[in-house]
């Protein structure tokens, strides 16, 4: 299928009966999320699985093409998962059902986050949300539900959001603009959910365990400490089950993620793992060790920048990270590539340039470019660059991801900037951009493929 086509209604029953045949997260999200979501323009919800899937097409299927409503739903067999999968209540589908399912503590729910139930509450488009998640915001003592749904909620309510608009602050409003409503919104008053977000929160990390455990069967994963240091900590994740190591051993993708650094994105680069990389790869994530409570501190401290005083820097983190993970598999020291995005990305320049680094190849993501803190950019001679930047991004893209490109090919440097559309995140086909980049990498790593 060509680049943008659209696909066609008649694969709606077919991934259906995917869907059905399995149920787990990989299927509800994968399929529902892209697939489905593509054709019929329905967007992903956890509890969208296979049932709710087949309840929905029997209401829509009038609206699709007559090959489309003669295409019947494949009867697939059933994974073992989908055998001891209970689907979520069929009164779900109505806006009563799902206030009552609140009521109670959204039990069984298995969504990431408190995000996904605003969601199944707004794509009703029914005022009588309004005092129900308000209801939420207070005994959450956060707007979190909304914020997913943030047009959707500013749709009902006719008001545009902002970060001053505490839980009390909707509750208040509530109370002086209901008489604008209908009047069933009127008459549905704010509940006190104390108790079932506190249910809610109590099952969160048994949700989390549960949803990951699904999400990543035969995708293992350990994190691992160097030398007990707590603050030298990192996931080593992979190989996969089944996968055969090459006999020049497995090639490493190191990962700096942006932001604060933590293990809080331990899942994304499981996915990265699960959805980017090739099998012969095992994944290292590191943890960026916390040398400072400022908000502003420097996340991955390198030897010219290092104002929190942390006791190692990340390039030393980086070399003490693969010395310890060939303490425990073979790796093939001619592909361990090093991927960083935002906050992540400055140290892989500095980290690159280095004579005794083991990263043979760069991958900067969405990402500043500072020189000044670089050693010797002539260390850069040889080594392959891939860099990718949004022209949309906060960070301009003419001062930083250009320059880095210039300044790194008049040292000698193998340079590649590939372009995505939407800005600042991981928004325009992460996984397939990282294929890309390590696509690109491998193929002008020294003595590459």
Not at 92 to 100: A, C, N, Q, S, V
Not at 195 to 200: D, K
Not at 217 to 223: D, I, L, M, R, T
């Amino acid at each position: 299928m060509a680049l943008n086509t659209p696909r066609p209604d008649t694969d709606i029953p077919k991934y259906i009966g995917l869907i059905d045949s399995d149920n787990s997260y990989n299927a509800v999200f994968g399929i529902g999320a892209y697939l489905l979501r593509d054709v019929t323009g329905v967007d992903y919800n956890p509890y969208h699985d296979g049932p709710w899937w087949r309840r929905w097409w029997e209401r829509n299927k009038t609206l699709y093409s007559e090959a489309a409503r003669q295409t019947l739903i494949p009867d697939i067999a059933k994974t073992q998962y989908a055998l001891n999968y209970e689907p979520y209540p069929e009164s779900l589908d109505t806006l009563e059902g799902k206030i009552e399912w609140v009521r109670q503590g959204c039990p069984s729910w298995a969504g990431y986050d408190i995000e996904y139930l605003g969601n199944a509450l707004c794509e009703h488009n029914d005022a009588r949300v309004i005092p129900v998640l308000v209801g939420w915001m207070l005994a959450d003592e956060s707007t979190r539900c909304v914020d997913m749904r943030e047009e959707s909620w500013e749709r009902m309510t006719g008001i545009d959001t902002n970060d001053a608009q505490t839980p009390e602050w909707w509750a208040q409003w509530w109370a002086d603009n209901k008489s604008g409503f209908p009047e069933d919104a009127q008459n549905t008053p704010i509940p006190d959910l104390t108790a079932a977000v506190a249910s809610f929160r109590d099952s969160e990390k048994v949700r989390d365990a549960r949803r990951q455990e699904q999400e990543f069967e035969g995708f293992p994963a350990e994190q691992r400490t160097i030398d007990g240091d707590e603050k030298q900590s990192y996931f080593q994740i992979g190989p996969r089950e089944g996968a055969t190591m090459p006999e020049s051993g497995w090639k490493v993708m190191l990962i700096l993620p942006g932001g604060d650094g933590s293990a809080d994105f331990h899942p994304f680069c499981r996915r990265i793992h699960m959805h980017a990389l090739p099998e012969d790869y095992v994944a290292v994530q590191l943890v960026a060790p916390v040398w400072s409570d400022d908000e502003n501190r420097v996340v991955w401290p390198s030897e010219k920048l290092n104002p929190q005083d942390g006791e190692f820097t990340t390039e030393q983190f980086i070399k003490a990270a693969v010395e310890d993970l060939k303490t425990c598999t073979e790796i093939d020291e001619q592909n361990v590539f090093a991927l960083g995005w935002s906050s992540g990305g400055p140290p892989l320049y500095v980290n690159s340039v280095l004579d005794d680094s083991p990263v043979t190849g760069t991958f900067v993501a969405m990402s500043v470019f500072h020189p000044q803190n670089i050693s010797d950019i002539s260390g850069a001679e040889g080594h392959p660059y891939f860099i990718l930047h949004s022209p949309g991004d906060w960070i301009p893209i003419d001062r930083h991801a250009r320059v880095a490109v210039e300044q790194l090919g008049n040292a000698g440097a193998k340079t590649r900037l590939q372009l995505y559309s939407g800005g600042h995140g991981w928004v325009d086909d992460p996984y397939g951009n990282i294929r890309r980049g390590i696509q690109w990498l491998q193929e002008n790593v020294e003595g590459g493929e």
